[in-house]
């Protein structure tokens, strides 16, 4: 069996980190969309988050509506009992005034009637806005998470960006310096052994960084994932 040489373990070299490079580049594509879409999903809650404090605002804005108008009844319901009282002093004068304080006491009661009926609408509404800012307390805590989340997967992307740009950059010029040492014409000079000694060394180190960026790249796609979930 043919041995390979020097020449094609080093083609091949090239080859295998051709490759790599290209998975790297569709990973790091990957990740881009990846975190367009959680920025999407962080806008979309931002939205609805606006979204409830505008009906939270038209809540409150009809509650105080409400209050007025009770505030109103209140000051008619005075008003009525001192017209009361006024006619309570001549009913003994005159009948007739008897009877139209009769039909004021049901006007009164109609009143009260509304009142009350206003009050279980103001209850009502209350309940209702209590939901609202319940709504609005979840998704402004869903915000912080997604925001948490991103900040953890934004740091990931900067340390793979690193790793990509130092810890993969310096092995790979160093494989490209070594290669122009070996002698190609003179396959028996010592100094390639070395350089095949040292290529092997450095083709390791390379290995490692490439394993802690996938390592570092699941670790991000289960985040995404658990997010997405």
Do not use: C, W
Not at 180 to 187: I, V, W
């Amino acid at each position: 069996m043919k041995q390979l040489t020097t020449s094609d373990n080093l083609i091949i070299a090239k080859l295998e980190i051709a490759y790599q490079n290209k998975e790297k580049g569709k990973r790091a594509k990957e990740l881009i969309i990846a975190n367009k879409e959680l920025a999407y999903q962080n806008q979309e809650k931002e939205k609805r988050a606006e979204e409830l404090i505008i009906a939270n605002k038209e809540l409150v804005f009809q509650n105080k509506e409400k209050e007025k108008r009770a505030d109103e009844l209140v000051i008619a319901n005075k008003e009525l009992a001192f017209q009361n009282e006024e006619k309570e002093k001549r009913a003994e004068e005159l009948i007739i005034a008897n009877k139209e304080l009769a039909f004021q006491n049901k006007e009164k009661e109609n009143r009260a009637e509304e009142l009350i009926i206003a009050n279980k609408e103001l209850i009502f509404q209350n309940k209702e806005k209590e939901k609202r800012a319940e709504e609005l307390v979840i998704a402004i805590n869903e915000k912080r998470i997604t925001e948490g989340e991103l900040r953890e997967q934004s740091a990931g992307l900067l340390k793979i960006a690193y790793m990509q740009s130092h810890q993969v950059r310096v092995p790979v010029a160093n494989i490209l310096g070594l290669f122009n040492l070996f002698e190609f014409d003179d396959p028996s000079d010592p100094i390639n052994g070395k350089v095949l000694n040292m290529l092997k060394l450095v083709a390791e180190s390379l290995d490692k960084t490439i394993h802690e960026i996938v390592e570092n790249t699941h670790e991000i796609r289960k985040m995404i994932d658990k997010h997405q979930s």
